[in-house]
């Protein structure tokens, strides 16, 4: 801002903020050169500081850092209402996945509820095929123990008829 001469006198005006962190470091760094550059007292740990120039450099540090204070306080609010809009948000996601878990779970318990009713479905349906197949196992085997009843009564007749007609022939054959 001084063109590089540590004894340029510093005016407010001269200092451009473009970058504010950039800037409050520049002032730092310019009170150290000032120090740097100072005369030191013969014998003693004390310096000569320009006081013109240390009273510049602290007014623009006076306007500066409340600048930057400002900043650093809305950037904080900023990050706090970030903060409140990104936990907003996850409250209403994980409000959402548990609606939906809480369907997926009713669609499942519906599921497992239907697969079990449709097991017992079957199972019934089983037994009453099973006892079906009993009793018509059972009209069948009365069914045909009629019929071989029926057809022993035929058969016993044919062989009499039969043996009827042989014995009549025989005694035709005899005659």
Known sequence: MNGGNPNAPIHPSSVILHNSIMD?????DRLEELVNTARQVPLTNTIMVDQDRLI???DQMRVSIPDEVKKAQKTLADRDKILAQAKEEAERTLMVAREERDKMLRRENVAVAAQTKAEQIIDHAKQEA?????????YVIESLGELEAQLERILSQARNGINVLKSKRGEKQQV
């Open 130 to 138: 099973e006892l079906i197949r009993g009793d018509a196992d059972g």
């Open 56 to 58: 510049d450099l602290i």
């Open 24 to 28: 409050i470091l520049h002032l730092v």
